[in-house]
């Protein structure tokens, strides 16, 4: 069985300076719950493992989930792909300019392949989405608040 899950916001922001958080393979590990650390793998940061801590009961330690930005098209796309014993994740995000800032249109896809993985992420999914809403939104404020 395959997850997916599309969900857009909107956000009082440049493209550029969307595009500055989202296309930061760091940055999208951080906003991630069940990433419990990451390494960046090479100088132009396009691979990074994130070590991930999957609660079902056949995964019993983290797991390394190496993941690729296999597309960039600043500023406006970024798509990775992520493969590991236990699942493939696929992650979109599309940068459209609005008459009010820029919207981020997300899409993830995850493919299990071991029993549980799914579920989890079926129940989880939206929120991972949720958690990388927030961290955006905080990293906007912050930067906002240092150039005031």
Do not use: C
């Not at 493209?15 to 590990?29: Q, Y």
């Not at 493992?49 to 009961?57: A, D, R």
């Not at 493969?83 to 992650?91: D, E, H, P, R, Y």
């Amino acid at each position: 069985m395959t997850v997916r899950v599309d969900r857009s916001f909107e956000l009082s922001a440049s493209p550029e300076r969307v595009w500055e958080f989202i296309a930061d393979p760091e940055n999208r590990a951080r906003a991630i719950s069940v990433v419990q650390e990451y390494t960046v793998d090479d100088p132009e940061g396009r691979r990074v493992t994130w070590h991930v801590e999957l609660p079902i009961p056949l995964v019993r330690k983290t797991v390394a989930v190496e993941t690729e930005d296999i597309t960039r098209e600043p500023p406006e796309y970024v798509e990775f792909v992520g493969k590991s014993k236990v699942m493939q994740v696929t992650g979109r995000h599309e940068i459209v300019e609005t008459a009010d800032g820029t919207r981020l249109e997300n899409n993830f896809t995850v493919d299990g392949k071991l029993p549980g993985v799914e579920k989890f992420f079926k129940r989880n999914l939206d929120e991972e989405l949720e958690n990388l809403r927030r961290a955006l939104e905080r990293d906007l404020q912050r930067t906002q608040s240092e150039g005031s």
